[in-house]
């Protein structure tokens, strides 16, 4: 079976079906290490125990950034190639974006209140994922907005593409300007700068987020292909001739 | 050119014009994004006495009074200039000498920056503190030096 064949709807839901199991547990398995790091891995020289924190903001900040570059990718395929599974994939990824966002947001808040001394600054980092957040939002409602999917479709892979700018921000914002946040401690140019002890379990979990998202955006994409046909279903019944008349009779 | 090939160049065209009317927005606006000035802008631009800024530095080794009433006192350097900041009121927990802040607040006509909040930042180092000392005992350990740009 070529890879172009699961560009078939029918056949990607079959194989969502099969896969779904394995990537479960794959997440299971992969969260129960991950957490099992993060109590053994030991507290910061400054920070205490409050370093822990990391390990979920960290690989949701990731994981925030990772999904809207897949729908980056999906809005390319919906523009360039219309290709039917590409705005199923982007719509199925944009609430589940939304919330790695949401929750990275949150824990940095809690974080920022014991180490820094405040929820929320207004620096460049904190704001450009505040910006992606409502990024995400606004997609999802200009998909609500417009009725035709085909019409949506394209709207939203226009202003996805265009926020592929906020991406590089996000990632810069603490090297093109001073902010509260630190720099970079994983993805440098000289390497990490977070003891291995530490990496580990942080790396693990990244990977458990991912496939969390692999998961769920698997079944989001079925879910979503299965909404679409009963709206087509619906559709024809309705211009099914006699069906109107019947029902006023 | 296919129709396919034409709407990728279509895309990636604008995606480089977007991409650069973006750069030239956020270079336009660089003095406004920063977060903090460091003491090096301050001595650059002298600020005047009651207008709001955001300063941030380490806090000099050696330079912290703390008097009674919950006043203290510290010089912000970047190691070229510093700034001395007088304070009341809780300070974060990671506040200490050679610590990285961002002190809000305004200039008082004798030079001295009165601050209202004072935020801890920290480098992008984590490690366990038996690796810390190591570090330190060892001689390898670099002070805070993400500060100050």
Redesign the interface.
Same mark, same amino acid.
């Given at each position: 079976m070529a890879l172009v064949d699961f560009a078939n709807p029918t056949r990607f839901v079959a194989l969502t079906a099969r896969v779904t199991p394995w990537l479960i547990a794959l997440t299971i398995a992969l969260f129960a290490v991950g957490l099992y790091g993060t109590a053994l891995a030991p507290d910061d020289y400054q920070q205490g125990a409050t370093v822990k924190i990391m390990f979920i903001h960290v690989p949701c900040a990731w994981l925030s950034m990772f999904v809207y570059a897949t729908m980056a990718i999906s809005s390319l395929g919906t523009l360039v190639w219309r290709h039917p599974l590409a705005d199923v994939a982007a719509r199925a990824g944009a609430p589940l974006g939304a919330a790695f966002t949401f929750v990275c947001l949150a824990t940095g808040s809690l974080w920022g209140k014991p180490m820094w001394g405040t929820y929320w600054v207004w620096d460049a980092r904190l704001t450009s994922e505040l910006v992606l957040l409502i990024m995400y939002l606004g997609l999802i409602a200009l998909w609500q907005t417009i009725e035709d999917p085909l019409k949506a479709a394209r709207a939203v892979a226009v202003l996805t593409l265009v926020g592929v700018i906020n991406l590089p921000i996000i990632k810069f914002s603490v090297d093109w300007w001073n902010t509260l946040h630190q720099p970079a401690a994983v993805f440098r140019m000289d390497g990490p700068t977070i003891d291995p002890s530490m990496l580990w379990p942080l790396l693990v979990m990244a990977l458990a987020a991912t496939c969390l998202f692999l998961t769920l955006h698997l079944l989001a994409m079925r879910n979503e292909i299965l909404r679409r046909r009963v709206r087509t279903l619906r559709l024809m019944e309705a211009a099914r001739p006699g069906v109107g008349s019947e029902r006023s009779a | 050119m296919t129709r396919?090939q034409r709407?990728?160049t279509l895309?990636l065209t604008?995606?480089i014009v977007?991409?650069a009317a973006?750069a030239l927005v &956020?270079y336009g606006l660089?003095d406004k994004?920063? @977060? @903090?000035n460091?003491p090096s802008d301050v001595a650059a631009h002298h600020p005047l006495p009651g207008s709001r800024i955001r300063l941030?530095g380490l806090v000099e080794v050696g330079s912290v009074v703390r008097d009674s009433d919950a006043k203290v006192s510290f010089a912000v350097t970047d190691n070229s200039n510093k700034v001395p900041v007088v304070f009341v009121g809780i &300070? /974060? $927990? &990671?506040f200490r000498e050679g610590q990285g802040v961002?002190a809000e607040g305004t200039f008082e006509t004798n030079g001295v920056f009165k601050a209202e909040?004072?935020?801890?930042?920290? $480098?992008?180092?984590?490690? /366990?503190?038996?690796?810390? $000392?190591a570090l330190k005992k060892s001689g390898q350990w670099k002070g805070e030096a993400?500060?100050g740009?």
């Open positions: - | 396919k709407r990728l895309i604008a995606g977007i991409a973006g &956020l660089t994004i920063v @977060f @903090f460091s941030g &300070l /974060p $927990d &990671l961002v909040t004072v935020l801890a930042k920290h $480098d992008e180092r984590y490690m /366990p503190k038996e690796v810390a $000392d993400t500060t740009k």
